[in-house]
C-alpha cells in the first residue's frame, strides 16, 4: 500500500511528473537529482519507490532535505524481493530484475489508479532497467520516458542481452 507522503499540498495547475527509479541506491540517486531538478522548474513530483528502499533513505536521512518542498511527495509500493543480507551480490541484482519485470507492475498500476492520477500525470520518468513501467503510462495514455542511468558500456551490455544489439561482426 502507498504511503510516506512527505508533502501532501499540490497545485493542480503545474505538470505533474512521476519518477520511478530502480530499487537500488546508485539507482535512486539520480533519479532524486533529476526529480530535484524538474521540480526546481516548477514541476509537480512523485517519486515512486518500494518501501525496502524507501526506509533505507528515511534511515540515512537522506530525504531531510526533501521535507519542506511544496509539490514534492514520495509513495512507495511493496517491496519486491524480501530484505537480503546483503544486496551487493551479482545472485541478487539478477533476483531484482527477474523479480522487478514480474512483480512491479500491478502495484504501480494500483498505486496510479487509486489516487487517480491517469488525469494529473503529465509524464511518467522510470528507470531504463524499468521499461517496462512505460507499458502502463502506454495504457493509461500518459508520455512516458527512460533515464539511463549506467554509463555507454553498460547501455551496449544490455542492448546486447535484451537482443536488441548484435554484438561487433554479427548481425541479425
Not at 539520480?30 to 515512486?48: D, E, Y
Not at 537522506?62 to 514534492?72: G, Q
Request: hydrophobic share 40%; net charge positive.
Amino acid at each position: 500500500m502507498a504511503s510516506s507522503s512527505i508533502v501532501s499540498r499540490t497545485n493542480p495547475n503545474k505538470p505533474h511528473v512521476m519518477c520511478i527509479p530502480y530499487p537500488i541506491q546508485d539507482h535512486i540517486k539520480p533519479m532524486l537529482k533529476l526529480a530535484n531538478i524538474l521540480h526546481s522548474f516548477g514541476f509537480r513530483i512523485t517519486f515512486v519507490n518500494t518501501e525496502f528502499s524507501h526506509n533505507n533513505l528515511l534511515k540515512s536521512r537522506a530525504l531531510e532535505s526533501f521535507a519542506n518542498l511544496r509539490n514534492f511527495r514520495f509513495e512507495t509500493i511493496p517491496a519486491i524481493l524480501p530484505p537480503p543480507a546483503t544486496t551487493s551480490t551479482p545472485a541478487y541484482y539478477h533476483l531484482l530484475c527477474q523479480s522487478a519485470r514480474e512483480k512491479f507492475l500491478p502495484p504501480l498500476y494500483h498505486l496510479i489508479t487509486r489516487l487517480n492520477w491517469c488525469k494529473t500525470v503529465s509524464c511518467i520518468v522510470s528507470d531504463g532497467l524499468m521499461p517496462f513501467n512505460i507499458m502502463i503510462a502506454r495504457e493509461l495514455g500518459i508520455p512516458g520516458y527512460l533515464l539511463w542511468v549506467p554509463n555507454a558500456c553498460a547501455f551496449m551490455g544490455y542492448l546486447q542481452e535484451e537482443g536488441l544489439m548484435p554484438p561487433k561482426g554479427k548481425s541479425h
